[in-house]
Structure formats: C-alpha cells, structure tokens
C-alpha cells in the first residue's frame, strides 16, 4: 500500500522506506524555532540541526537505530517512530505519552491525528521509559498502514472506560509553583514580599526563584509582576536580574574540556 | 521616615557581619539600626559557598577565632527562625602531589598542636570519605569538626532575628558622612536621612575602605573577585566539603601549595566543591583582583570545570546550570580587621574577612558587640586590629 502522506511525500519516503527494516524515527518537524534537544538525544547523529538552532533538523534514516530518545526528548512532540516489519498491512507507531493515567499493554486505545481527532483503534503492544527521570512514555501501538504516517497520540481516559471521575477540591492558586526548577510556591513569595525585600535579585537570593534550570527565562517575568504588584512600582523601574552563564545547561565535561 | 533619625548603634552594612553583629547587640537589647546600601546579603554573603571550614586557617589567633565562632553555629540555628541548613559534615583537604602532601602532614601538625581535630589520609583511606577521586590525588588531610551552612539564610535569618528583637533594618540607603565632632562619632548621613549614633560599626565588606574615609581613616580592604559553579540538583552525592591543597595556597599565601600551571595560579585557582541542601554542587573558586567586576568569564569558568574533574572525575555528566562570582572584602594578610580606631571614639570595624566571613559571622558579631556595649572582649581580639599593617 501506499503511504497517505499528507503534502511532505519527500520528507517522509525515506523514513516510510527504512521502516520496512525496523523502528525509524518520523520527524515531523517545520517549524524554525530556536531548539536541539533532538540532535543532542540521538546517540547516532542522525538527526543534526548544525549551527543555526533556528534551522529544521535534518534526518539520516539510514543512520537511525530506532532507539526513541528522539520522541521521549523532542519538546514539542514532534518526533515519533515508524516499523513496517510486519509487511501485513499493519505497522507499529511509537508515540510520546505524559498523561498522568498510565496505560497498560496490550489494551485497546483510540489512535489520534495531529489535531484530537481520532483515527482508529489500535492495540498498545509495549510501553517504555528511557529512564534517567525522564517522565515521558513512549506508546507503541499497532494500526493500518494507511493512517500509520497520521497518529500522533493515543488517548485513553479513565472516563471513557469508568465513566466521568468528580475532581477532588482543587488546590489554590497560591499552592501552585511560580517556579518549577525550584519548586518554590507563589505563597512562598509573597510572604517573602511582606518581609520588605525591594529589588528582583534580592528577591530571588532569597526564595530561589530563578536559580534552577531555566535561571529564570520562565518564572522571571511572574516574579516581576509580583514584586510590582507589591511595590507598586512600574516594571522598567525594577529592570531585570542577569542570566549567569551558562545560559543553558552544560556538562561539566565539556566546560572542562577546554573547547566551550 | 522622619528626616531625623537616632539609634544607639549604627550597623553599615547588611551582610552576614552587620547581621550577626546587629543579632548579638539586639540579644543584649541595644538599638540598634542596620543600613544597607542594597538589600541583605547583596554583597559577598550573597554570593558565595558555605564552608565552615577550620583546617585552612592559619594556625594561632585565626584559628582560634574560627573554632570559637564554629562553636557558635549549633546554638544559632536553634536560635534562628529560618533554617540555615547547617550542618557538621566534615572537610577534605586533597593533595595532588608528595610536595603538597609533605605540607598538609606538616599544617596537620600544627594545626593538632592547637587542640584542632585532624588526620592525615592515605588514597585507600579516602575511599571511606569519598567515593571516587582523580588519579592525581595522593591523599588529604580531614577535619570533622568542618562544617557547612547556607550562607544566604544565615544572613537572612540573623538580621531577621534581630529585627524581632528590636532592630531597625533600613535597606536602599547609602551612607555618605560620617559626622565626627571632638574625637566623637555624632551623626551617620545617609540618602535617607540622618541619624544620630555615638557607635558605628562599619561591617561594609567590600566598601569599607569607602567608609574608612569618611572619617580620615585607610582601611586597607580590596575586592578580590571569587567565580562559583553551580550544577544540576542531585540525590546526595558528596555528603562532605572538599577542597584541594591549592585552595589552600592560594587563600593563605603558602607558597609550597600554589597551583603549578602559570594560567591557574594566574587566576588563583583552588578547588572547592560541596553539595547544598537543595543538592546542587557549588564548584569552585578563583582569587583574582580586578576592581569592582563581579561578572564570571569563561576562562575562569573553564578552568575550574577542569580543575574539578582532576578532583573529582565523576562529576563529568553533571550539568552545570549557572555560575556567579562574589567578591571578598580582601585584606593585605587575608585575615579580618576588627577592633577600635585610634582618635575616633565610637568607630568600630568589623571586615575584610577575605572569604571567612561566614566561618567567623557569629563571633565577630559577639565580639563586636562585647566591644561595643562593654569596651572589651572575652577573647583577644588585638591580633585583628587595624594598626597591625602599620
């Protein structure tokens, strides 16, 4: 049969013909936004963005060895796995799962397209994690070839099995992280705000927002509008506090390496 | 606030010194008021690692010092509202070679002499300590009695402290004069306002020198520049401080245990590395002079990737997230500068710690506050004083 591959034939064909082989990886990827994590997953080179981080990967299906970091890793789930071993009309799609009901092999699930609409059922036949505290899945299902180049994503609900679950109390606005790296509560800042702190860095020295991962590329702003909200001050008069290099995480490896 | 202030004593400076020495004043119910340019721990209290470390002081009245002050920390956490994640962990002292190790057996000597707890460890020894070091290392020298706090909370918490009982911290606020009439300290002036005071204890860190010439007075303090990694949190994976013979070398100026490369000695490289609380590891540090900047460079931060992984090979997979550089009220002999000026009544000093300041917060601040409130201490403090480099 041949593949249903909506307007990217080229981009795909070579991954739709490496498939027949084993597991290979469909990057389904078009825009050009700055982000790598691909390139630095694949432990085989074949995928590489180069220098420009704004430009769309480029794919070697011949250098692909299946492994799925590729999807546990791409951010914006835009990479999934192809094997058309079977040669029987079925093939079998690995997706990214992160949903917070794990579900279980060898059940059924509704297979879903790019945009929730489902396509087929489908058969989940293993499901695994790469580990190293990565909390992403990776769902291999069985379906038709033909809707094979579509799926993107499984869904299985516990409301469409059990019926509709009542949610418990939700937890207030206050309980929710303002940032995540840390793990630091909004309430955590504001009774830190109370204390009279007046500038940004002295409000992350002392509640840690900022100094994880992101150094405050994500939490940074909320902050500010926290502290303007407490101050009454404008946000060009409480400026912004400085990144410290590196500006994305880097292994000690290759800062010690002498080349970074 | 009112145009006129008053307070018994003046505290500039609102890092981990002017805190603990706010905190013993407040504890013997002085008024006492704390002007900080900035904010709290802005400064070098702010930036830096948690060592409390004893076995790299320099053996006699500076080491006396810091087992005092380290005989302090269990009491204030107690004391303290906010945790200061202390905690009595131990120190390594790693050599790189036999010359270095020749050295350490030697300090160790003189250091137990003083009634300090160490002992000397061969490679196999460390094994028990450390899981895994560098093929380099020869062996080390270990102090249980070091310890680690988190230098940022303890600032925090002992100004707070004394906030509860009783004093006034006033951030935003540079002081400009000192106004001395009759050999007397009468007035601070500062951006918001003035305010009488008969004491003033200058604990302003790197901006002590500043201060020192309001009143006519060289105190001799230089920002030395110390560059830290940060990496990823961990589960715990280094449960003590370490740091290597360089360190040492280049803290206390011991010629035998300077770094060997020209680029790192350059740059004042030693190893340092703990875990905090959170589970980062702080990896550090360099010793370099260059005025004012306290931004990291990639040199520095280069080098000291590179000088960890000889420690501590295994730390290779670890992502560094960020760094920052802090920089030490340094003094000409690396050791602090307390005590009386001579002609001025009612001025006290209490800095240049070069990078100590943590290790003695808590008895400077006692110390100070005996001077200040009783006119003398309970432990000599004349070796510290600023007529020592005259």
């Given at each position: 049969m041949s593949p249903d591959i909506p307007g990217e034939g080229d981009l795909w064909r070579s991954s739709w013909e490496a498939a027949v082989d084993g597991a290979v990886a469909v990057v389904d990827c078009r825009e050009e936004i700055p982000c790598n994590p691909c390139e630095e997953a694949c432990p085989t080179g074949a995928i590489r963005v180069g220098p420009d981080i704004c430009a769309a990967p480029r794919f070697d299906p011949q250098a692909c060895?299946?492994?799925g970091r590729c999807v546990a890793l791409c951010p914006g789930m835009a990479v999934f796995l192809l094997d058309r071993r079977e040669k029987s009309g079925f093939a079998r799609v690995t997706v990214p799962y992160e949903m917070g009901e794990r579900p279980v092999e060898g059940e059924e699930v509704q297979v879903v397209d790019g945009e929730g609409k489902a396509l087929t059922g489908g058969k989940i036949l293993k499901i695994r994690a790469l580990g190293g505290g990565a909390p992403t899945l990776l769902v291999t299902v069985r379906v038709p070839e033909s809707v094979a180049l579509k799926v993107r994503g499984v869904r299985y609900r516990l409301m469409e099995r059990d019926g509709f679950r009542e949610v418990d109390k939700l937890p207030s606005l206050a309980d929710y992280p303002l940032c995540r790296c840390e793990d630091v509560p909004l309430e955590r800042v504001r009774d830190i705000l109370r204390t009279g702190l007046k500038s940004l860095p002295s409000l992350r020295r002392a509640s840690r927002v900022g100094l994880g991962y992101c150094q405050g590329m994500f939490c940074q702003s909320s902050l500010r509008q926290e502290l303007a909200e407490a101050t009454g001050r404008e946000g060009e008069e409480i400026g912004s506090f400085r990144v410290r290099p590196p500006v994305r995480p880097v292994k000690l490896g290759f800062l010690g390496g002498g080349n970074a | 606030m009112p145009e006129v202030m008053s307070s018994e004593v003046v505290v500039i400076g609102g890092g981990v010194i002017g805190a603990a020495v706010a905190y013993y004043l407040s504890r013997e119910g002085a008024e006492v008021m704390i002007v900080e340019e900035?904010?709290?721990?802005?400064?070098a209290s702010g930036a830096c690692d948690g060592f409390i470390s004893l076995q790299t002081k320099t053996p006699g009245p500076h080491l006396r010092l810091a087992m005092e002050s380290a005989q302090l920390f269990p009491a204030l956490a107690e004391d303290l509202e906010v945790d200061i994640e202390y905690r009595r962990c131990g120190g390594l002292l790693l050599a790189t070679s036999q010359d270095q190790m020749k050295e350490l057996r030697a300090r160790a000597k003189a250091l137990k002499a003083e009634g300090l707890e160490v002992e000397v460890l061969t490679v196999s020894d460390l094994k028990e300590l450390l899981p895994e070091v560098g093929k380099e290392v020869k062996g080390g020298s270990y102090c249980p009695l070091d310890a680690q706090v988190n230098p940022i909370s303890l600032t925090l918490g002992l100004a707070q402290k004394a906030q509860e009982m009783g004093a006034t911290i006033i951030r935003g606020c540079k002081v400009e004069n000192i106004v001395v009439t009759n050999n007397r300290v009468r007035e601070v002036h500062t951006t918001v306002g003035n305010i009488h005071s008969r004491r003033v204890v200058c604990a302003?860190?790197?901006?002590s020198n500043q201060i020192g010439k309001m009143i006519i007075v060289d105190v001799p303090v230089l920002p030395q520049r110390g560059q830290i990694l940060v990496t990823e949190s961990r589960e715990p994976v280094l449960k003590i401080l370490v740091a290597g013979a360089e360190y040492l070398g280049t803290k206390a100026n011991i010629q035998a245990l300077m770094p060997a490369d020209v680029e790192a000695a350059k740059l004042g490289l030693g190893f340092t590395a703990e875990q905090t609380a959170a589970g980062n590891l702080l990896l550090g540090s360099t010793r370099e002079f260059v005025g004012f900047d306290n931004q990291t460079t990639p040199e520095a931060m280069n080098a000291i990737a590179r000088n960890a992984l000889r420690y501590l090979p295994w730390v290779e997979d670890m992502d560094v997230i960020r760094s920052f550089a802090g920089l030490r009220p340094c003094s000409p002999d690396g050791l602090p500068i307390l005590g009386t000026i001579k002609g001025v009544r009612g001025f006290f000093l209490a800095t240049?710690?070069?990078?100590?300041g943590i290790c003695l917060a808590p008895i400077t601040g006692k110390m100070i506050s005996e001077l200040v409130l009783d006119g003398e201490t309970s432990l000599d403090i004349t070796p510290f004083s600023l007529y020592r480099f005259k």
């Amino acid at each position: 049969m041949s593949p249903d591959i909506p307007g990217e034939g080229d981009l795909w064909r070579s991954s739709w013909e490496a498939a027949v082989d084993g597991a290979v990886a469909v990057v389904d990827c078009r825009e050009e936004i700055p982000c790598n994590p691909c390139e630095e997953a694949c432990p085989t080179g074949a995928i590489r963005v180069g220098p420009d981080i704004c430009a769309a990967p480029r794919f070697d299906p011949q250098a692909c060895n299946g492994c799925g970091r590729c999807v546990a890793l791409c951010p914006g789930m835009a990479v999934f796995l192809l094997d058309r071993r079977e040669k029987s009309g079925f093939a079998r799609v690995t997706v990214p799962y992160e949903m917070g009901e794990r579900p279980v092999e060898g059940e059924e699930v509704q297979v879903v397209d790019g945009e929730g609409k489902a396509l087929t059922g489908g058969k989940i036949l293993k499901i695994r994690a790469l580990g190293g505290g990565a909390p992403t899945l990776l769902v291999t299902v069985r379906v038709p070839e033909s809707v094979a180049l579509k799926v993107r994503g499984v869904r299985y609900r516990l409301m469409e099995r059990d019926g509709f679950r009542e949610v418990d109390k939700l937890p207030s606005l206050a309980d929710y992280p303002l940032c995540r790296c840390e793990d630091v509560p909004l309430e955590r800042v504001r009774d830190i705000l109370r204390t009279g702190l007046k500038s940004l860095p002295s409000l992350r020295r002392a509640s840690r927002v900022g100094l994880g991962y992101c150094q405050g590329m994500f939490c940074q702003s909320s902050l500010r509008q926290e502290l303007a909200e407490a101050t009454g001050r404008e946000g060009e008069e409480i400026g912004s506090f400085r990144v410290r290099p590196p500006v994305r995480p880097v292994k000690l490896g290759f800062l010690g390496g002498g080349n970074a | 606030m009112p145009e006129v202030m008053s307070s018994e004593v003046v505290v500039i400076g609102g890092g981990v010194i002017g805190a603990a020495v706010a905190y013993y004043l407040s504890r013997e119910g002085a008024e006492v008021m704390i002007v900080e340019e900035d904010d709290l721990a802005a400064g070098a209290s702010g930036a830096c690692d948690g060592f409390i470390s004893l076995q790299t002081k320099t053996p006699g009245p500076h080491l006396r010092l810091a087992m005092e002050s380290a005989q302090l920390f269990p009491a204030l956490a107690e004391d303290l509202e906010v945790d200061i994640e202390y905690r009595r962990c131990g120190g390594l002292l790693l050599a790189t070679s036999q010359d270095q190790m020749k050295e350490l057996r030697a300090r160790a000597k003189a250091l137990k002499a003083e009634g300090l707890e160490v002992e000397v460890l061969t490679v196999s020894d460390l094994k028990e300590l450390l899981p895994e070091v560098g093929k380099e290392v020869k062996g080390g020298s270990y102090c249980p009695l070091d310890a680690q706090v988190n230098p940022i909370s303890l600032t925090l918490g002992l100004a707070q402290k004394a906030q509860e009982m009783g004093a006034t911290i006033i951030r935003g606020c540079k002081v400009e004069n000192i106004v001395v009439t009759n050999n007397r300290v009468r007035e601070v002036h500062t951006t918001v306002g003035n305010i009488h005071s008969r004491r003033v204890v200058c604990a302003a860190g790197v901006g002590s020198n500043q201060i020192g010439k309001m009143i006519i007075v060289d105190v001799p303090v230089l920002p030395q520049r110390g560059q830290i990694l940060v990496t990823e949190s961990r589960e715990p994976v280094l449960k003590i401080l370490v740091a290597g013979a360089e360190y040492l070398g280049t803290k206390a100026n011991i010629q035998a245990l300077m770094p060997a490369d020209v680029e790192a000695a350059k740059l004042g490289l030693g190893f340092t590395a703990e875990q905090t609380a959170a589970g980062n590891l702080l990896l550090g540090s360099t010793r370099e002079f260059v005025g004012f900047d306290n931004q990291t460079t990639p040199e520095a931060m280069n080098a000291i990737a590179r000088n960890a992984l000889r420690y501590l090979p295994w730390v290779e997979d670890m992502d560094v997230i960020r760094s920052f550089a802090g920089l030490r009220p340094c003094s000409p002999d690396g050791l602090p500068i307390l005590g009386t000026i001579k002609g001025v009544r009612g001025f006290f000093l209490a800095t240049g710690h070069s990078g100590d300041g943590i290790c003695l917060a808590p008895i400077t601040g006692k110390m100070i506050s005996e001077l200040v409130l009783d006119g003398e201490t309970s432990l000599d403090i004349t070796p510290f004083s600023l007529y020592r480099f005259k």
